[in-house]
């Protein structure tokens, strides 16, 4: 059996760097690496221990991994997230509507989150602030303060104690989310009609939330910059088959603000970046390298002309890839652990060689997945992501 020869934090940055390493660095624990809150009770269940689940994601219902739970599955990674703004009067809370109990979380940016109280797996949008917001409406509308530093309280001081009192890489929690805010805040099917008929209200609220993510990094870039190896950022831009919207859009009024932020990023701190986007994502591979990004994540191996092999060969050279573990949708809920263990497997040898990989599933485990397939996909991961036996 191979032996390691690497500690997590220097494995994970050789690893970015596109330098093959002792085995491939494993991850679990972000907003978009994460897992949900019942995959999470029926893992803990099945190692024979009890833990006390600690929601750290309410929309996505995902579990906060613990220490022991980590270093369980050898996992290389530790995440840090900012918090709200103290002024944020948000958290859960309960309403009734149309007979039925509801969760509800109003956001910082006033978008409603509610799951139902009986069996309810996430939270989904129900209200939009800005549904029926014209142009005047937008000038006026309280948007939060990306630069109040009761968000950053405390960070440096967890930063700090995971640079020198632990072996792991430091990664953010999800931020820079330029694009999806918008439409959050005004409903997909209202923005996607402002598209064509008022592009000019979409770049004003873009430019809105482009600046209040310009804000939040230059304080967190100020308390964190020197000290977090990997910063989180994305927009889903993609589905299954390809673009949600307009390509041309995208290149001339999205693109432009998202290569802003990574820019500005990029000139305050020497971190990778990592930008999320589900789906079909293929078509916008050259976008986002040219934005000036490092690492793309989930990687969909379902979604069309996302072929881990093809894109391998064509970005690997350029791109880190982060996740493509394992078909989440159609093989890790369904597979036997044996049918698990020689998938992951297969998708190593691809992802491997010349570095540029970090394992994890693609996105969030979800609840239902069997914790015997959870277990067969992380110790697969550590015994076939060893280069050399």
């Not at 409406?137 to 109040?148: A, I, S, V």
């Not at 230059?218 to 994305?234: A, H, K």
């Not at 589905?239 to 802003?260: H, I, M, T």
């Not at 697969?380 to 992501?385: I, N, Q, V």
Request: aromatic letters at 12%; charged letters at 25%.
């Amino acid at each position: 059996m191979a032996k390691e020869t690497m500690l997590p934090r220097e494995r994970v940055l050789a690893a970015l760097n596109h330098q093959e390493t002792d085995r491939v660095p494993l991850d679990l624990g972000g907003n978009q690496t994460g897992i949900h809150r019942l995959a999470y009770e029926a893992l803990v269940k099945h190692l024979g221990w009890e833990e006390k689940i600690d929601i750290m994601d309410a929309v996505q219902q995902l579990a906060r991994p613990s220490e022991r739970v980590l270093q369980r599955f050898r996992i290389d990674t530790r995440y840090i997230f900012a918090k709200p703004s103290e002024n944020w009067k948000g958290g859960i809370t309960e309403a009734v509507r149309n007979g039925k109990r509801w969760y509800d979380l109003v956001d910082e940016f006033g978008v409603r989150w509610s799951m139902p109280a009986e069996d309810g797996l996430y939270m989904d949008i129900t209200y939009h602030p800005l549904a029926e917001a014209t142009l005047r409406d937008l000038e006026d509308y309280p948007f939060p303060r990306g630069d109040d530093p009761s968000r950053f309280v405390g960070l440096r001081e967890e930063a700090r104690r995971l640079r020198e009192e632990t072996p792991y890489a430091v990664v953010s929690g999800i931020s820079g989310v330029v694009y999806e805010i918008c439409w959050y805040m005004r409903g997909l099917e209202r923005w996607f009609m402002d598209m064509i008929e008022q592009p000019e209200f979409c770049e004003a609220l873009l430019d809105r939330t482009l600046q209040f993510w310009l804000d939040w990094f230059r304080v967190f870039l100020q308390e964190v910059g020197d000290l977090v190896d990997v910063i989180m950022i994305g927009d889903d831009l993609t589905g299954q088959n390809g673009p949600l919207f307009s390509p041309e859009f995208y290149r001339r009024v999205v693109k432009p603000r998202q290569k802003k932020l990574v820019q500005y990023i990029r000139t305050h701190t020497r971190a990778k970046i990592w930008y999320h986007t589900c789906g079909a994502c293929s078509v916008y591979i050259s976008d986002l390298i040219d934005n000036g990004i490092d690492i793309l994540n989930p990687v969909q191996i379902s979604a069309r002309g996302m072929d881990p092999q093809t894109l391998k060969t064509q970005w690997g050279d350029r791109l880190v890839f982060w996740g493509g573990a394992i078909d989440a949708q159609h093989v890790l809920p369904y597979a036997t652990p044996r049918e698990i263990r020689e998938h992951v497997r297969r998708n190593l040898e691809i992802w491997k060689p010349g570095g540029g990989y970090v394992f994890n599933n693609v996105h969030n485990i979800q609840a239902g997945v069997p914790p015997e397939n959870i277990v067969a996909l992380y110790d697969a991961a550590y015994e076939f992501g060893f280069y050399q036996k």
